[in-house]
């Protein structure tokens, strides 16, 4: 009787030991066409999804200078209807006092923060700017997000194995917008291997990225000499998404 028991008992956990090792063995193999299907489902149904559009999160915006390590908090405004993107923050600061990033009708929108100059962030994305028109940037913050449907605007995904996010694993997508980038350039999407939320975005650009963009539009000598180091040196920009929580609509969106 107890042998018998025993036995089962044995029997029972080599089952699961064995169902266990065939699902680690899929995850262990996911394509990055899994991957991305697998994300999709993690906002909710489709139906929510559907209907969660027109977007606007109001809230705090943090910028923080790096050599003195001084923070500056002030508002910032994220907000999109599908085909259209806009993020407009304002800093008490005297050399950077807001930051507004657009995109309308595939028209790229980055003014000046001052009479002669844009930020950082506005430089970058202005110099590499199929990350906004392939609708890459802000991730699923925003309606426009590329990986909401199933066209990819002439992108091409790969996966790239499993890496680690702070403490969390993480499937990784490396994905080249239409046009495609240059030896040493990358655009890597990581996503949470539990729940396959969209957590870090790292566009590394190589020096001197030809054609990735165009710069006829300038007046000459209007880079500016730091502009121009961005673009002979090469730059990355890293965001990371964090606090999902579901939205108005239903569907579970990123809050930090």
Not at 8 to 28: E, G, P
Not at 45 to 57: E, F, G, T, V
């Amino acid at each position: 009787m107890f042998r018998s028991i025993k036995i089962y008992a044995v029997l029972l956990i080599c089952m699961i030991c064995s169902a266990a090792s065939s699902i680690a063995a899929q995850d262990k193999n996911l394509t990055a066409e899994e991957i991305l299907a697998r994300h999709l489902k993690s906002f909710g149904s489709a139906d929510a999804l559907s209907q969660s559009k027109n977007r606007m999160a109001v809230g705090r915006g943090d910028f923080t200078v790096l050599a003195t390590q001084k923070t500056v908090t002030g508002k910032a405004i994220l907000a999109s209807n599908g085909s259209d993107l806009a993020l407009f923050s304002t800093f008490d600061m005297a050399d950077y006092r807001m930051e507004r990033i657009g995109l309308f009708d595939n028209k790229i929108s980055i003014p000046y923060v001052d009479e002669a100059h844009r930020s950082p962030l506005g430089t970058f994305l202005n110099f590499y700017d199929k990350l906004l028109g392939g609708r890459i940037f802000g991730g699923s913050v925003f309606s426009t997000w590329c990986l909401y449907g199933a066209d990819l605007n002439g992108a091409k995904i790969d996966a790239d194995g499993k890496k680690k996010v702070g403490d969390r694993e993480a499937w990784v997508v490396k994905i080249t917008p239409k046009g495609g980038l240059s030896s040493g350039s990358y655009i890597k999407l990581y996503f949470d291997a539990k729940d396959f939320h969209h957590v870090r975005t790292v566009y590394r650009q190589s020096a001197g990225e030809r054609g990735f963009f165009d710069t006829s539009g300038h007046q000459a000598g209007g880079f500016g000499n730091w502009d121009q180091d961005m673009a002979n040196n090469g730059s990355t920009l890293t965001e990371d998404f964090d606090d999902f929580r579901s939205d108005a609509a239903g569907i579970s969106l990123p809050h930090k």
